[in-house]
């Protein structure tokens, strides 16, 4: 196996039994971007060079230490709507396509502070709007299982670098399912957690009340580790969590016995490709023979959740994207001929379409006459349908789902028509409704040889049991460490 393909484990072992440096790991995964970058075109931007020099730094420094931390000289990728000083940050959109950040996102210091070597800043949805990183404004990001697939979205270059092994691991963002889906879609492990756990300070809002920074890794064991380093409160996030710190790997292989594991009928009705069931089927009786009880529950109100998140998430953006006038920083109109002019021809310019049909939704929603009917409504159905997840924990401990309802779909497949793209998050958008945590694990291919993601949920503050449940079926299956039949050139 190719020094690119190991976990971050793997590879922290190496480096403390001094078997290799971080420039051979660094090097080696900076030779993989340049293979097969062309053909993903997972990445924005690049800072290889830098990656190296880093890497060097971190060499000189192990030397004289006898092991370093878990993500210590281990190269990654950042989703490009977190904040890098110094670093372009586009969000995908010719809107911010001179934005250089005064200030970085929490989540990018503290993976500085662990030693993380950024290798670049990662494809997206133009400002995470979207389920199939074709509404970037730069580039379409392919699924190295099949280039003629979707890698899913908004994270689809996030999810990609790690299933095509151009990074160890990245971070994405999970507005609706951006984590979740497009892990399933690219067979890695993806973890959206607990609203206010990570801290969102430097993370470009899309809909502020739904959105939140998570992993995508190769493994389980890999998703923790992150997790480690990115957890904890943040003064400047008035939203962050104020926990004391939690090591996600101290339980992580202590098994799903007498673990009770919900399986709903609303989350396996129409709509559902057949071996995507057929894999679920086939993980409720892995986790049988592993000793979990398999347990049926029922919610009452689901049906309403991707409604309720469209009119919420779309009114939230309105008023976040406002900012985007052509007046203080990004981009502005060339040719005006007063203010309001200059305001209508950049955002018109500026924005592609999927954000400017979320921006006239949602403005509509907050519209004086029509709040009351939409957004308030929608906040209404937000709190039953949190309290039906509350129930439905009160009768198991982790509840399992598919990710969504089919394996990755064709480029093109699905931009004419906006609403079926939205369904491909029906799975997705009740736990960031919710505020609950939720991680996707790969369980399976289908007839095509996509993979196939199951997403596993439990209330709040749960990633603890999330993971151990998920590390218990990962090793009882073998699915772990997906490799894409992407070769070393293409």
Avoid at 113 to 141: C, H, P, R, V
Avoid at 188 to 213: E, N, W
Avoid at 231 to 256: E, M, R
Avoid at 353 to 371: F, H, N, P, Q, W
Wanted: net charge negative; with cysteine.
């Amino acid at each position: 196996m190719e020094l690119y393909q190991k976990t971050i484990h793997e590879i922290n072992d190496l480096l403390d039994k001094k078997e290799v440096t971080v420039t051979e790991v660094t090097q080696a995964v900076v030779n993989r971007i340049n293979a097969v970058e062309k053909s993903t075109d997972a990445y924005l931007s690049l800072q290889t060079e830098v990656a190296l020099e880093m890497a060097q730094g971190l060499d000189a420094e192990l030397s004289v230490r006898a092991q370093g931390t878990p993500l210590e000289g281990i190269p990654y990728g950042l989703k490009d709507n977190m904040c890098t000083k110094g670093i372009l940050t586009t969000c995908a959109s010719k809107m911010l396509y001179n934005f250089n950040p005064p200030y970085n996102a929490e989540v990018y210091d503290r993976l500085s502070e662990a030693g993380g070597i950024l290798l670049g800043k990662t494809n997206m949805d133009e400002f995470a709007m979207g389920s199939s990183t074709e509404n970037s404004a730069y580039k379409k990001t392919r699924n190295p299982w099949n280039l003629n697939k979707v890698p899913g979205g908004s994270s689809g270059g996030s999810a990609v670098a790690v299933a095509a092994d151009t990074a160890f691991y990245t971070l994405g963002s999970d507005t609706g399912g951006s984590i979740r889906q497009p892990a399933a879609f690219c067979g890695v492990v993806g973890m959206k957690p607990t609203y206010g756990l990570v801290s969102r300070y430097g993370l470009v809002a899309f809909a502020s009340s739904l959105d939140q920074i998570g992993p995508f890794t190769k493994d389980v064991e890999d998703c923790a580790l992150v997790l480690n380093a990115i957890v904890g409160h943040d003064a400047k996030d008035s939203t962050s969590l104020n926990l004391g710190k939690i090591d996600y790997t101290q339980n992580l292989k202590q098994g799903v016995k007498g673990l009770k594991i919900g399986v709903a009928k609303e989350f396996f009705g129409e709509g559902l490709q057949p071996e995507v069931r057929k894999s679920l089927e086939e993980a409720i009786a892995i986790y049988k023979t592993l000793g979990a009880e398999i347990v049926d529950v029922s919610f009452q109100h689901l049906d309403y959740a991707l409604s309720a998140y469209y009119m919420i998430s779309s009114a939230e953006a309105s008023s976040n994207l406002a900012r985007y006038d052509g007046i203080r920083y990004g981009f502005r109109a060339e040719e005006y001929s007063d203010l309001v002019d200059l305001y209508k021809k950049t955002r018109s310019q500026g924005f592609g379409d999927e954000v400017k049909r979320r921006i006239m939704l949602g403005t509509y929603a907050l519209s004086s006459g029509y709040y009351d009917a939409y957004y308030k409504k929608a906040m209404q159905v937000r709190t039953i349908i949190k309290a039906d997840f509350d129930q439905v924990f009160g009768g198991c401990d982790v509840l399992l789902t598919p990710t969504a309802p089919t394996t990755a779909f064709g480029i093109g497949e699905k931009t004419s028509n906006p609403l079926e793209m939205y369904l491909t998050d029906i799975y997705t958008v009740p736990v960031n409704i919710a505020g609950i945590p939720g991680v996707s694990i790969p369980c399976g291919l289908d007839n095509n040889g996509m993979p196939i993601g199951m997403q596993l949920l439990g209330p709040i503050l749960s990633e603890e049991t999330l993971l151990k449940a998920a590390w218990a079926f990962e090793q009882e299956s073998g699915l772990t460490n997906l490799k894409a039949p992407l070769g070393t050139e293409v």
